[in-house]
Every structure is written in C-alpha cells, then in structure tokens.
C-alpha cells in the first residue's frame, strides 16, 4: 500500500508557480512521483496535481497547510490535499438494475476501488440479496413525492452516522434535492445511460431508439442541482443499428454503463480530478 500526499490546485495562471510549487515540497525533501499540469486558456486558469512520497517527507501532514498557505495566498490558490492513505467511505446507492452495484462490489472486493462501503441505500428490496453477499449493510428508504424530503433526511442522517464522505448513484433512479447535492459538492458521481448533453432526463435508449441514433452511450457525471448537467467525468460510446430494439439498446448500453461508473469512481478516488467550470481535469 502506497503512503503518498496529492495536493490539487486551481488558480489564476502565472509565472512561477511550478517553481513555487516544487521549490516547497524540496525544501522538506519530497520525493515527487506524478507532477501534472494544465493551462485553461480561455478561463485563465492553471490546475496541477503533484503525487510524492511521504518516506521522508520532513514536514508533519498536520503542518502542512500552515507552511504552504502562504503560497496558496501569493497565487491566489484554491488548493486540497489529500493523503493515499485515508479511505474515502463510500455509499452507493441503488434501485432496481443491479448490473453497476454488482461490478462496483466485485472491484472493490478485489481491492480495485480503494475505499470503504459502510452501506447501501436503496428504495427498493431488488438488490439487498448483493450486499448480503458482500457483507454490507442494505437500507431500504421509499422514495415517492409525498415522502421525498423525509426520505433524504432519513439517507443523510445514515450518511453522517457512517461518515460518508462519497456517493455513488448506481442507476439510483431517483432526482435529489437541491439541498442534498449542496451537501455534498463535487462528492455525488452518477451513471447516466445516454451520451450526454444528449438525451438526459428519463428513459434515454427508448428516445434514442426513437431518433435512430448511430451511436449510444454513457456518462459518468458529478452531480449537481440541475439534473444531468453536472461537470463530466468520463463518457464510453457503442454502434447501434437500425436493427436494434429498444431492448437491444438497453443490453449493450448496460456493458458501457459499468465500465464508465468504475473508471469515473476509481479516478476520484486516486485524487485525478479537478473541476473547472462546468469542466473537469483528469490527470493522467
């Protein structure tokens, strides 16, 4: 297991900051692995990711943002550091399709997703048999619009218990409240089955089969009070035929679906992402 340091940052674009950067993690005998970086010209932004190991790093983790503030404050910096070595603790939640719940829990039982999964919520029974099979505790909540903002108050308060710190949307066909995403920034991933802008919202293969598209696709997005409109963080794309039913649409979008869920999960969890705008950043 790796014992690594990843700072973020996200600042106005000038010179010297990379030497400032790397200066300050060579005063304290860093050891950088990955250092990545990225000019948005139009927004005049600059945005790096920087891995090193912390062997023998000479400054405590505790320490560090008092030491570095005042270069984060030179450059007008948002910055985050996160450490390899803290777990994020994820929640998924789930309805009824359970084919990116069941790919999401075969990865991580393999070690694949580096993080804990204290629970699953769903708002129904279908998938409970799944995290008995994993060991992991299934809360069913009923969602309905009558219920809806007692229902995610009972969600968020299991969440705070267990400490989540991340959500995953495993076809949770459920829309969640403003308050509920701003509780949770740029920390709710969500799998939408169309290759978005296109066709977001409900039943997207029934209008794409509809519209004889060429192509379908997927979309692994953070999500955010406008639904499916959140900054994306990876999309997968297959050929359709004018022979394909709306059944056929559904089962070779599911295989599309479970890879761009995992890839869009496993990249947050090793600190690859950074939004900017309505955009993100993955480093390599």
């Known amino acids: ?83 390899s070595q803290r777990k994020f603790r994820m929640a998924i939640f789930v309805s009824k399709y359970d084919h990116c719940l069941v790919d999401l829990l075969q990865r991580w039982q393999s070690g694949e997703l580096w993080c804990d999964i204290p629970l699953i919520i769903s708002n129904h029974e279908d998938c409970r048999r799944h995290a008995d099979f994993y060991g992991i505790p299934f809360h069913v909540i009923e969602v309905n619009r009558e219920n809806k903002a007692e229902a995610e108050a009972r969600q968020m308060a299991l969440l705070q218990e267990h400490g989540v710190n991340l959500i995953v949307l495993a076809r949770y066909m459920q829309v969640l409240s403003p308050a509920f995403t701003a509780a949770y920034p740029y920390r709710v991933i969500n799998i939408h089955h169309s290759f978005l802008p296109a066709f977001d919202g409900a039943k997207p293969y029934h209008r794409a089969h509809a519209r004889g598209v060429k192509l379908i696709g997927a979309t692994g997005h953070y999500v955010t009070e406008i639904l499916d409109d959140g900054p994306i963080i990876e999309q997968g794309v297959i050929r359709a035929s004018h022979r394909d039913t709306v059944e056929d649409l559904i089962q070779k979008g599911r295989d599309l679906e479970r890879v761009v869920l995992s890839r869009s999960l496993r990249w947050h969890l090793d600190h690859r992402i950074l939004v900017c705008g309505n955009k993100t950043v993955i480093f390599d």
């Open 1 to 83: 297991m790796k014992n690594t340091a990843t700072l973020l940052i996200n600042c106005p674009d000038r010179k010297g900051l990379v030497a400032a950067i790397a200066n300050f993690l060579y005063t304290y005998d860093a050891n950088i692995l990955h250092a990545d970086q990225h000019q948005d010209e139009t927004e005049n932004r600059f945005l790096m990711r920087v891995e090193w190991d912390l062997a023998d790093f000479k400054l405590d983790m505790d320490a560090f943002g008092a030491a570095f503030q005042p270069i984060a404050d030179r450059f007008s910096m948002e910055w985050h550091l996160k450490l």
